[in-house]
């Protein structure tokens, strides 16, 4: 017989949230609740949980994706209504752990510690509980004068001096499936919402002489519940600390935490510095001793070490060992910088490989380019990439140098080691080593600038008389 199972509550719409997407699908820091609650569910030891969907089931089935098993509660009659919906996935095993899908913060930890306390104490449910400053909106746990649970209320439904009380049920708790099964005909909708509530089985449970045990959360933080968008919020900062206080545990340094968001997956080695205001997205990987900001957004982005990255913005691009970004770069995605190169001031690469050690220091766009090894694109080059249908391909051979302002019109190739004059608009390939010069030649005329000068001033001495 295996011995635990785990469910999870995720039926309800969340109408306190105010939102068309139901509650436990809003991300934190760009993952879904629920599925936070998942992977410390999983991570705990339960390898496959059931989850209890409702409100846009087929939404929560296609975002969470099947590593779970989903049953689905056609009309949302309470938490004892969910749960015994899901009976017959429970039968089998011995105990469940059952938490609600809207308390994302929660941790593997805890959770397995709340089995463990409940598989050695043989009691027929073991909730877990936490002493709370706010209690607000959330159950109570009335105990008796010896400290033993006599039953949970819910806020509508408790008198003062029971709202006072500040140990609250985190909505997480263990069952032994047969006493809970057993249970669950007994719960009455007789409540101020007129709901099935699962934390009534507790007191049936007691009532008919069995045991039930109280565990109480170490971190009150990991059991926060999101009803609001105000909760929300606040979940969020609880996790975007966590994360930045694990990266400094491992040897980066955060400058400023109060404004600094890393969002989970990604990894970032020792000895980096990210600072104030920088935000590194999804599957991105910076390594050792780079510095990230200030003010710099990376979404999947790879950054190799002693890499240098300021206030810039770069998407899905790839960026080598000692490449300096910034100030004000864009990579946008494709875009590979090999080591040692450098973007500059307001410089946008785009689905573009840069070779070692090149530079596009100042005001250029780089587009569908192939630029070799040492090339130095001028202030202000380009690449003139789409002809209003097509994009097209820009090859710069190793070494070769584009003057200020040129325009390269794709697709043209510099040969390696050729040199195209400032504010040349290229439109056929330039051989290796060769001058391409593609610009109207210069005609100087000697003092034309001082004979216009002297009749301005002639015409106002005019005037003047
Ligand atoms: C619940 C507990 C409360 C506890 C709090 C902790 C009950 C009656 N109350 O209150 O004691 O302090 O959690 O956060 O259990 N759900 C279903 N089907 C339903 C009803 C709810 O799947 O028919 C799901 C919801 O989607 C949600 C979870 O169960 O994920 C909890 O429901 P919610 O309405 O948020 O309960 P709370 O009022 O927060
Ligand atoms: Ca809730």
Redesign the pocket.
């Known amino acids: 017989m295996n011995a635990f199972q785990g469910l999870i ?4 719409h ?1 109408t306190r949230m105010r939102s068309d997407t139901v509650k ?1 699908l809003h991300p934190i820091m760009g993952r879904p609740m629920l599925s936070l609650v998942i992977d410390a569910v999983q991570e705990a030891g339960v390898p496959r949980p059931v989850v ?1 969907v ?1 409100h846009q089931a087929d939404q929560v089935r296609d975002t969470i994706g099947d590593t779970v098993d989903y049953v689905y ?1 056609e009309e ?4 004892g ?2 749960v015994s919906i899901a009976a017959d996935a429970l039968r089998g095993y011995e105990n469940v752990l059952i938490l ?4 994302p913060m929660v941790t593997a930890r805890m959770l397995a510690r709340l089995m463990r306390d409940h598989r050695w104490s043989g009691a027929a449910a073991t909730v877990l509980t936490a002493v709370v400053e706010d209690p607000t ?3 109570r746990v009335v105990c008796n004068d010896e400290g033993e649970l006599v039953n ?1 209320v ?1 806020e509508s439904d408790a008198s003062h001096a029971e709202a006072d009380i500040r140990e ?4 997480m708790a263990c069952f032994s499936v047969e006493a809970l099964l057993d249970t669950l005909p007994a719960l009455r909708p007789d409540n101020a919402q007129g ?1 099935y ?3 009534d089985a507790f007191s049936v449970l007691l009532e008919r002489g069995e045991q039930v045990r109280i565990a109480r959360a170490g971190d009150p933080e990991a059991v926060i ?1 999101v ?1 609001t968008r105000r909760e929300l919020a606040g979940a969020t900062e609880v996790f975007r600390l966590r994360i930045l206080d694990d990266l400094m545990s491992r040897g980066v340094t955060i400058m400023d935490p109060g404004t600094t968001w890393i969002h989970p997956e990604v990894e970032i080695q020792a000895d980096t510095v990210i600072h104030p205001f920088t935000t590194i997205e999804g599957n991105s990987r910076v390594g050792s001793h780079c510095s990230i900001g200030p003010m710099t957004h990376l979404v999947d982005v790879h950054v190799r070490d002693e890499a240098s990255i300021w206030y810039s913005v770069a998407r899905d691009s790839r960026v080598g060992e000692r490449v300096t970004v910034g100030p004000f770069s864009h990579l946008r995605p494709g875009t590979d910088l090999e080591s040692g190169a450098k973007v500059g001031n307001f410089a946008e690469v785009k689905s573009s490989r840069v070779g070692e050690g090149s530079k596009i220091p100042h005001h250029s766009y780089v587009g569908d380019a192939d630029v070799g090894a040492g090339v130095n694109m001028g202030a202000g080059a380009i690449t003139v990439n789409y002809d209003g249908r097509d994009k097209h391909r820009t090859v710069l051979e190793d070494g070769s140098f584009i003057g200020c302002n040129s325009n390269l019109i794709a697709p043209i190739s510099v040969g390696r080691g050729a040199f195209v004059a400032a504010g040349s608009t290229i439109s056929s390939d330039v051989p290796a080593d060769s001058l391409a010069l593609a610009r109207k030649r210069q005609r100087n005329r000697e003092g034309w600038a001082l004979r216009r000068r002297k009749k301005w001033e002639e015409e106002r001495g005019d005037d003047d008389e």
Do not use: F, M
Request: hydrophobic share 30%; proline share 3%.
């Open positions: 509550l995720a039926a309800g969340g436990v209890v409702g509660q949302q009659r309470g938490t209504h969910a609600n899908g809207d308390t909106g959330l159950g949970i819910e609250i049920n985190t909505g709901e509530y699962l934390p519940g009803n």
